[in-house]
């Protein structure tokens, strides 16, 4: 994707050109009235998405630059054009409660398998967004929510959004402010679908009691020794 070193998407692990969608005019409109307000890096993805073929675009990856309400709300616009996604990295970016501009757009990523959003402060509050995103990923295996400020109600929410998924298989919410109560409600939920293999979390809130009882739910845990 020509110079981009922060935002990349690809085919494949291969960078490939972009073609118009058939619907493009929310997008387009969207992306003109904030254009000066946008990213640079961003901006160059959204004129690719309008000016080529993006149906066969597999990953896309958004690091270590900030994305404002309006780089979110473009952002979320920008995911409804590319059906065929199967990876999402969001890393570092300072989303925080901009996230819900990405909801609509995150729900139309039925074919996710895997979705990174590491260092981002979602909170309770985007956890909650993920609740009523997560149900309609279908295909979704592995999510990443590391270093994101979530607490024991977000977990219930991520629990609650986790429960439809038949294929998931891998859930990492290390260095968030996850307690027993919330992270043995998110393993009751995963002890349920048959698919689950590896939880990842932070031994530091929990007592040697509750670890075990996390144990006893999923087939395998990685506890990080904090």
């Not at 066969?56 to 409804?80: D, H, I, P």
Request: hydrophobic content about 40%.
């Amino acid at each position: 994707m020509g110079n981009c070193s922060c935002y990349k998407v690809s085919k494949n692990e291969e960078e490939i050109n972009l073609k118009p969608p058939e619907s493009k005019h929310s997008l387009s409109d969207t992306f003109n009235g904030v254009r000066n307000q946008v990213t640079p890096e961003l901006g160059s993805i959204v004129l690719e998405i309008l000016e080529g073929n993006n149906s066969e675009v597999e990953t896309l990856r958004v690091l270590w630059r900030e994305l404002n309400e309006s780089s979110c709300l473009v952002l979320g616009l920008a995911l409804q054009e590319l059906p065929c996604l199967k990876e999402i990295t969001l890393k570092d970016n300072l989303i925080g409660h901009h996230f819900s501009k990405l909801k609509s757009g995150l729900a139309c990523c039925a074919s996710l398998t895997k979705l990174s959003i590491t260092k981002n402060n979602l909170g309770n509050e985007g956890a909650g967004v993920l609740e009523g995103v997560l149900p309609n990923l279908v295909e979704l295996e592995e999510l990443i929510l590391e270093d994101n400020g979530i607490f024991d109600e977000g977990a219930q929410s991520l629990a609650l959004g986790l429960s439809r998924l038949s294929k998931f298989r891998l859930l990492w919410v290390q260095r968030n402010q996850i307690k027993g109560p919330g992270l043995i409600k998110l393993a009751q939920t995963l002890h349920k679908i048959q698919s689950f293999e590896e939880l990842h979390f932070d031994s530091e809130f929990l007592s040697a009691e509750e670890i075990h009882k996390v144990q006893e739910l999923v087939p395998r845990i990685i506890v990080n020794q904090v």
